[in-house]
């Protein structure tokens, strides 16, 4: 994935929630805090976000039936004007309103927005294809970067858009990658249900690098959503040099106050 900014802002974060956090208010609450408090110190933040268990339901909701290949999303039409409706309206402008209301000036926004993020097409998976369902090719971060300028907080959705001008479905991992390589981030941080890369024994690995993450896909201990978070992860490191991290709700608080002991979580990247 090419992209137009290499240097990296130490002063930019960008926090990826998983879907079923936007359903915790007391956790919004907590980020709506810590966004706040660094906005006084002259950092800035820019959250995004995913939705697949809402989309899902609402998928039922609509008798839109929901297929996955590798953890995919086979998206065609139907499913694209879905995720409008449910991705880039319901959660985006729930979550805008959420944050909004306490305090933080909130701005929703995705990669159709100004054409920010460029996609192609995904080619079929185990030789089934996935229809509109693009892979990152470019993130053009002047639009974000305007609304950093002037300390609004970008709430990012990761619908892309071809050369074709076809909008499509991308991996709200992956989308969160490519924003954060496009404005030169100098954290990435993924948030979800889970604390981190978890061993055998459930105890949080601290440190993913290429090669640990190669033994656990050979052995089957690291796959689905995890699997696709360590890449985007490492693709961020290997692009940036700075580190990616992978934590729960606690480890992603500790984060964005600028804690550097005892974080609760995996940093992904190379020693």
């Known amino acids: 994935m090419s992209s137009g900014i290499f240097k990296v802002r130490e002063d930019i974060t960008v926090l990826k929630l998983g879907g079923r956090l936007l359903e915790d208010d007391d956790f919004i609450s907590e980020v709506a805090d810590a966004v706040f408090d660094r906005r006084r110190q002259g950092r800035k933040t820019v959250l995004a976000h995913g939705g697949g268990t809402a989309i899902t339901l609402l998928a039922e909701r609509l008798g839109i039936e929901s297929r996955f290949v590798n953890g995919i999303r086979v998206t065609d039409e139907k499913t694209i004007e879905m995720l409008l409706m449910q991705l880039a309206g319901v959660e985006n402008k729930r ?128 796959g689905g959503s995890m699997k696709v978070k360590i890449e985007a992860g490492l693709q961020f490191f290997n692009k940036t040099k700075a580190y990616a991290w992978i934590v729960g709700k606690k480890g992603a608080i500790q984060i964005l106050k600028g804690e550097r002991e005892a974080i609760v979580g995996t940093k992904v990247g190379e020693s």
């Not at 701005?107 to 998976?125: E, T």
């Not at 305007?146 to 709430?155: G, I």
């Not at 499509?168 to 979800?192: E, P, T, Y």
């Open 95 to 222: 979550l805008v309103s959420k944050l909004c209301s306490l305090g933080v000036d909130a701005v929703g926004i995705g990669g159709v927005d100004g054409c920010c993020l460029r996609a192609k097409k995904m080619a079929p998976v185990g030789g089934v294809e996935v229809g509109m369902v693009g892979e990152p090719v470019k993130f053009e971060p002047g639009l974000i970067m305007a609304l950093l300028k002037s300390d609004f907080t970008p709430v990012f959705y990761g619908l892309g858009v071809s050369e074709r001008d076809e909008v499509l479905n991308i991996n709200a991992d992956q989308s969160a990658m490519a924003l954060a390589i496009g404005i030169g981030a100098g954290q990435l941080i993924f948030c979800s249900d889970v604390d981190g890369v978890l061993d055998a024994d459930d105890n949080v690995i601290s440190t993913v690098g290429g090669l640990l993450f190669e033994h656990g896909l050979g052995d089957g201990s690291i």
